[in-house]
């Protein structure tokens, strides 16, 4: 008995692989494995100004993150003092823990203290005023009250002149004295008075400075940290583009987009039939790739 080698015609193979070419051929070989023994797909070439766009992108990319880490980081300061709590680390949105997020973080923390100290200057420097005023407000009430003991002195001994004139015991320039000083008195009470309420207009006065400043204080800081997260919302969707962008750049070169053909001949002529990896070649099959 003999045995007969039978040779089958070879496969062939086109297209952006390593070794184009003649291969031979195995029972229930696929396109894969013509792909396979061809040395696998080479990377599409890319243009020059594909490169110089892929550049491009590539520092906008750079510069993006620099700025989103920094935003991120002044978002957190912000609203760690609006809302009383203490930042002390900080996840970017697209980075996660980054040691160059954390140095921006203090550097923010440093800048916003700056204005902090700033602001406490001031607010101490309003409340100050309220104490001055409050103290020169009691000071000047006390006098109102030490005129009215001096008044009250001052007509018991009118009284006491006014009998002694009746019994002429004293002379009428006594009497006119003892009125002129009563008199006196009065004037300098009512000149108090109105100091008095001057004290008190200047008290209202400092505190509604006082009152201002803390709501402008909190106005501030509540703007301030609403700008911020809109800046980064802003921001986050820039980058967010950007590297969509870069990424429909560089996936321009995966082998995703290839495309396969069988070119096979038939009792009718050679025909030309779409193909996967998957499919299965016959004997004397050109696989085209695309």
């Known amino acids: ?118 602001r406490d200057a001031q607010h101490d420097s309003y409340a100050k005023a309220v104490t001055n005023a ?12 030490n005129y009215d003991a001096t008044i009250r002195v001052r007509q018991d001994r009118l009284a006491s002149v006014e009998n002694l004139a009746k019994n002429k015991l004293v002379t009428s320039i006594e009497l006119t004295r003892a009125q002129s000083e009563l008199t006196e008195s009065e004037d300098r009470k009512q000149q108090a008075i109105i100091d008095v309420e001057s004290a008190k207009q200047r008290l209202a006065a400092a505190k509604q400075d006082l009152d201002r400043d803390r709501i402008e204080g909190k106005i501030e800081i509540e703007k301030s940290a609403a700008d911020a997260e809109k800046t980064l919302s802003t921001a986050l969707k820039t980058t967010e583009s950007d590297l969509e962008i870069f990424r429909a750049m560089v996936s321009s070169n995966d082998a995703g987009d290839i495309a396969f053909e069988i070119v096979r001949a038939g009792p009718d002529g050679v025909v030309v039939e779409p193909a996967t990896e998957e499919s299965v070649l016959q004997p004397g099959d050109l696989v085209k790739v695309h």
């Open 134 to 145: 409050q103290a020169d407000l009691d000071l000047r009430q006390a006098r109102v009250g």
């Open 1 to 118: 008995m003999n045995i007969v080698k039978i040779e089958h015609q070879p496969i062939y193979i086109s297209g952006p692989v390593r070794n184009p070419g003649s291969f031979k051929y195995v029972d229930g070989m696929t396109v894969m494995h013509a792909i396979a023994q061809a040395g696998g797909m080479t990377a599409k070439s890319v243009e020059p100004w594909q490169r110089v766009e892929i550049a491009r992108q590539i520092e906008r990319l750079k510069t993006g993150l620099t700025d989103l880490k920094r935003i991120s980081s002044r978002t957190e300061v912000l609203r760690g003092v609006r809302d009383s709590v203490k930042v002390a680390s900080i996840d970017t949105p697209v980075l996660g823990v980054d040691q160059d997020a954390q140095r921006l973080l203090n550097e923010e923390t440093w800048q916003r203290q700056l204005v902090t100290t700033s």
